[in-house]
């Protein structure tokens, strides 16, 4: 039985343990453990709508739990990545010279993807280990995910709350 997607256990989770949860489950959940994170948020604004969290902590959680899981990310591609594409690389075809196709890539169109990769489930939990793999550097990195940070969380808080 599959309890992750479960709206009941999220919302258990979220009004016994508030904020800290939802900034515990947002973070792990961007690194790539399977959390049901939209429906997470969606939660969590409405017990926001509904008196049952508080405002500030919740935003505070919300947008420091994806930023977190987001940059733990980057530096797992920008630590591990060179050692995954040579010792794991080769058995899925990845090669030095595709990596360096793919950072020029990533350099021109990916910080893009850091933005609207929030959105779509299973892109941004590669975004973020993709950028740190391509050494897109931090500054860049941090402005595009944190604002997609920022824009993903708001969406998702916002549609729970006048739900």
Known sequence: MDYSASPELVSTWLMHYGSFALFALLAIGIIALPVPDET???AAGV???????HLSSTLIAAYAGSMCGITVSYFIGRTAGNYFLTKVGPWFGLTHAKHAKVHVWFERFGKWTLLI???????????GVSAGMASLE??????FAYVGAFLWVSTFLGVGYFL
Not at 47 to 53: D, E, S, V, Y
Request: hydrophobic share 50%.
């Open 40 to 42: 997470l948020m969606v």
């Open 47 to 53: 017990l926001l709508g509904h008196g049952k969290m």
């Open 117 to 127: 990769g929030y959105f779509v489930p299973g892109i941004r939990h590669l975004t």
């Open 138 to 143: 931090y500054n860049r990195f941090a402005v």
